[in-house]
Structures are given as structure tokens and as C-alpha cells.
């Protein structure tokens, strides 16, 4: 299937009954790089790095950004003092439990939109000490006193996926009685599959009603995060929360990433990110949080159009025969690279990337002197090491 002349999927995808369930309105990204990102295991960016990569992502068009948890952080009161002043479009949003000092924090800095989160599962509130009721007090209280100072909440039910649907009913109604705005379904230790993600967000819409925009925030434990979030659309979230890199605890959050280009490209749904911009982003966050990705890694890997196979080589000039998406749509650069599996059609195209010509009766003999020396050093012939083995079979033909 052919969405445009820059995506190649199944033309399955497109079946009536699998895009009417999907929305015409562009799906809207929060951020969470910044809270949820951070407690990746050894990251701490400064409030300099955070600014540099608000910048990036409301380059990148996402629409919320989760700009700390600065009652636990003065590090991240300091971070969001210093994005206030960058002029950004998108919104920035505070990080609260429901706890009336966490908020009086929210006000002090100035922020107007916070998540505030409680746990609702029988097995959090028992880790927390706490009583079915005594939450339902808190969320109560603390959403009020939230809207009483002007600050717009979405209610985020942490643990909510593994919540007795009954309670969990009573406690996003709770919510918003209390003047909530929105409501988080979150998937707190990444415990829900696609299908169950979907029912769930389909029953909280219809809790809500067609007026309460419904998020989802899941994690990656079982690495099912970016299709729970694409059923989480189909079941009528409007909002995905994510983070750059999938960055976040344990297996980390669901990626933002990549959960726009599947919805973009596998089931043209509107996406209000910019596709040709998140590699680069992806580079700042990784490089801020110290962390390489996997070359393989969807969307931002390195690997992906970098083709050593000579079976694959010999359709470079046909993008579509080996790759669901042009390189076009996400900024990145297509390249043939040299190594055992190489093959004649990588040397003609080698040699013509670097301007160098070669007699044809020369070919075998350097794709043998590629695949020695790749052998020989367990890894890819650099445009340095072919130049050389080029000159040297030059030499000795003359």
C-alpha cells in the first residue's frame, strides 16, 4: 500500500473495518522525557540539558512537554523556571501527587497545567498504606484545590491498568466532579496488552464522555508499548504520552517516536509531530542522557538504511523493494556499507558514491579483498580501506 510516494506498507492495513476504527483528527503527543525519561537508571540532566531538549522537542511539535517534579527537585523547580523564559509553543505542564504541598509548589512557579497522580490498584494502595476511601479523598481534594488555582489537571490513575474496573470508574469520576480536565489511563509497570489496552481506553472514554480528552501512558516491559499505544488510539485516546528514545524505568516508556511513524504509516492517521525531525532529537537526548541506542532500534537506528547485503544491494535503486518507508520522511541518509556479506552490486555502488572506476575484470577480485579483510577484522571495510584495496588492484594490474 501506497499512503504517498514516501511509505510502502501492506495494503492490508487498509482495510475498512481496521481504518474506520482509527481517528481523522491528529493524535497529540505529551512528553514526559523530562520526569518520566529521567528515571532511566544513572541519567540526571542538568536544567540546561532539559532546556535544550524542550527546545528540540517543540521543534519537533510536540504539544505538551512534562517539564519536572519540582516538589521532589529543586533541580527541576530550577529547569522549569529556566523553560518558562524560552518562549516555547508547546505547554508546559507540572508533575504532582495528590498532595496539597505538591501543588502549592506548582503555584509558586507559576506553572497553569499539572498531571496529578494517585495510586488506585489494591496491590499500589497496599504498598502505599492507604485506604480505598482515604484516596478518594485525596484526589478530591487535591484536583479541587488545583482548579481553585487556576491550574488545569489530568487526572493520572497510577496503576490503573491493573485496577478493579468498578474503582477505577469511581475514581476518574471522582476526578473530574473535583473540576479534572482530562484523564490518564496509565500502565504503570507495562502489565496490559494491545487488546486490553484498547477495551480499557474505550471504557474510560465512554466514563467521560465525548468532551474529556482520554490519555494513555503505557511502558515497555513486555516490549508492547508502541502497539498498546496505537490500540489505545483505536480505542479513543487523543493523547499519548511517550518519551524520546523510549528512555524511562525498567524496559523503559513507550516511545514517542515510534508510535507516530506506525500510526502515520501503517494506518494513515494524522499526527501532530514532525517525522523529519526526531532522529535529531533522538541524537540530543541520547547524547544528554549518556546512553548509545541500538543500531537496529526503529525510526532512529543507525542500521536502517544502511545496507550491507549484496542480495539487498542490488536493489538500492529500488527503495521500496526493501524498505516500508522512504529515508525522505525521517531526515536520514541511505548508504551502502562494505563487509563479508557484500556482494558485485555493493562494489559498482561503492565505487560510485567515492568516484572511483574500476575495470570490470577487477570486481571479483575486490569483493574478495573486501570480504578478506572484513573477515580479518570482524566488522565493516571503511571508504578508506576500499580506496586502498582499489589503488593496490590498480597497481597490480598495470
Known amino acids: 500500500m501506497t499512503i504517498d510516494s514516501k511509505i510502502w506498507v501492506s495494503e492490508l492495513n487498509a482495510r475498512s473495518e481496521i481504518r474506520a476504527a482509527f481517528p481523522r483528527t491528529p493524535v497529540q503527543f505529551y512528553d514526559t522525557t523530562l520526569r518520566d525519561g529521567e528515571q532511566t537508571v544513572g541519567v540526571v540532566l542538568s536544567p540546561q540539558q532539559k532546556l ?24 527541576d523547580a530550577e529547569a522549569i523556571q529556566v523553560m518558562q523564559k524560552a518562549d516555547l509553543k508547546a505547554e508546559l505542564w507540572g508533575f504532582s501527587r495528590a498532595v496539597k504541598a505538591d501543588i502549592e509548589e506548582l503555584v509558586r512557579l507559576g506553572l497553569r497545567a499539572s498531571i496529578i497522580e494517585a495510586p488506585t490498584s489494591d496491590i499500589k494502595l497496599k504498598a502505599y498504606g492507604m485506604s480505598r476511601d482515604e484516596v478518594l479523598r485525596r484526589i478530591s481534594d487535591s484536583v479541587s484545590f488545583a482548579r481553585k488555582n487556576a491550574i488545569a489537571v489530568a487526572f493520572f490513575a497510577v496503576d490503573g491498568t491493573r485496577t478493579e474496573l468498578d474503582f477505577l470508574k469511581k475514581v476518574c469520576l471522582a476526578a473530574l466532579d473535583a473540576g479534572g480536565r482530562e484523564l490518564v489511563v496509565v ?25 474529556t480528552p482520554v ?79 541500538e543500531a537496529w532500534k526503529p525510526l532512529t537506528g543507525e542500521n536502517l538504511f544502511m545496507r550491507e547485503s549484496g542480495a ?38 561503492k565505487c560510485k558514491e567515492l568516484g572511483l572506476s574500476i575495470a570490470p575484470e577487477q570486481r571479483a577480485t575486490i569483493l574478495a579483498e573486501v570480504k578478506k579483510l572484513a573477515i580479518a577484522k570482524r566488522g565493516l571495510v571503511g571508504d578508506d580501506e576500499f580506496r586502498q584495496i582499489v589503488t593496490a588492484q590498480r597497481a597490480a594490474a598495470s
Open 52 to 75: 535544550e531538549i524542550a527546545r528540540k522537542l517543540d521543534e519537533l511539535g510536540i504539544s505538551r512537554i512534562e517539564a519536572g517534579f519540582p516538589r521532589v527537585s529543586p533541580e
Open 187 to 211: 500502565d504503570t509497570i507495562g502489565a496490559c496488552g494491545p487488546e486490553a489496552a484498547e477495551f480499557l481506553v474505550r471504557e474510560v472514554c465512554n466514563w467521560a464522555g465525548p468532551r
Open 215 to 293: 490519555h494513555w501512558h503505557g511502558h515497555n516491559d513486555f516490549g508492547m508499548a508502541t502497539a498498546c499505544a496505537v490500540a489505545a488510539v483505536r480505542g479513543g485516546a487523543s493523547w499519548i504520552q511517550g518519551t524520546i528514545n523510549g528512555m524511562g524505568e525498567r524496559a523503559g516508556n513507550a516511545d514517542i517516536g515510534e508510535i507516530a511513524l506506525a500510526l502515520r504509516c501503517l494506518y494513515d492517521v494524522p499526527v501532530a509531530l514532525d517525522l523529519g525531525k526526531v532522529r535529531e532529537t533522538s541524537a540530543v537526548v541520547s547524547k544528554a542522557s549518556g546512553y548509545k541506542l
Open 312 to 349: 539487498v544491494a542490488s536493489q538500492f535503486h529500488i527503495p521500496e523493494a526493501i524498505e516500508p518507508y522512504s529515508s525522505e520522511l525521517v531526515n536520514a541518509r541511505r548508504s551502502i556499507v562494505l563487509g563479508k556479506k557484500s556482494g558485485l552490486d555493493s562494489i559498482d555502488l
